[in-house]
């Protein structure tokens, strides 16, 4: 068997081997300077299973390195399908603006004309009154005065037919649909006999319609109900001071929605 001398003498000249091998021949090389009483069989049997133990962790390292983790897999997978959705939005985004501009294109092209069409006519203009010319004039000017006469007749006429139709049209009347949210005092109210006493309130020009029960917050219920009212005749304040006069059932009355009609 040869020297440890030797085989460090060996790992000096192999200028290419593997970083294992390395470690095999410093190895040998520090038992050199051991004592005599230490086996060399021993020590070299310690040294391969020092090699292999090394070569084990390498392989596991370099696994570990080349599989990806699970954690990341799953990763890698949630971000492709928030992609595809993304994706898929986009798509329909922009769907949605091409054919919005093919809209506004056929609505600026059919109005255009329209608009020529509607455009009045410009007016013409008065003729220029002719010169005057003194040997023409007419000195009692009766032609002239029967015509104005005639002209002025025929206006009156007109305007007083006009008044006439005019004055047999009716009237239109304002209106407006209110909402009315009206709230009891707590959940022991009956909510039925405060609809009935709020529908005894009558005033010129109001209309109750139809009503429903809306939920508060613990069991408690408002009266939502919703009328007409004439806006000449009713007063939106008035009528909420009507129904607040209802103190057995009513605790207060809100406007949730007032609309022109």
Request: glycine share 4%; proline share 4%; hydrophobic share 40%.
């Amino acid at each position: 068997m040869a020297s440890p001398l030797a085989y460090e003498k060996h790992w000096a000249d192999k200028s290419n081997c593997d970083s294992a091998e390395k470690k095999y021949y410093e190895y040998l090389a520090q038992m050199s300077s051991l004592p005599a009483q230490c086996t060399l069989a021993s020590e070299i049997s310690k040294a391969r299973q020092h090699i292999k133990n090394s070569l084990e962790r390498m392989d596991g390292i370099a696994a570990l390195a080349a599989s990806p983790g699970a954690e990341l897999l799953d990763r890698l997978s949630t971000v492709e399908k928030e992609n595809e959705k993304l994706r898929s939005v986009i798509d329909g985004l922009n769907n949605l603006v091409i054919d919005l501009h093919a809209r506004v294109k056929t609505l600026e092209s059919g109005s255009a004309p329209a608009s020529k069409a509607t455009a009045p006519a410009p007016a013409k203009k008065a003729p220029a009154p002719a010169a005057e010319d003194d040997d023409d004039v007419d000195l009692f000017g009766s032609e002239d005065e029967d015509e104005d006469k005639a002209a002025a007749e025929l206006r009156e006429k007109r305007l007083a037919e006009y008044a006439a139709k005019k004055s047999k049209k009716p009237a239109l009347i304002a209106k407006s649909n209110v909402i009315l949210d009206i709230k009891p005092w707590d959940d022991e109210t009956d909510m039925k006999q405060m609809e009935l006493e709020v529908r005894k309130v009558t005033m010129d020009g109001l209309l109750l319609g139809a009503s429903k029960l809306v939920p508060l917050a613990y069991g408690i219920h408002k009266l939502q109900m919703s009328c007409v009212i004439e806006d000449d005749k009713v007063s939106v304040d008035e009528l909420q001071e009507k129904i607040e006069q209802i103190e057995d059932y009513v605790q207060s009355v809100d406007i949730a929605a007032f609309n022109k009609i």
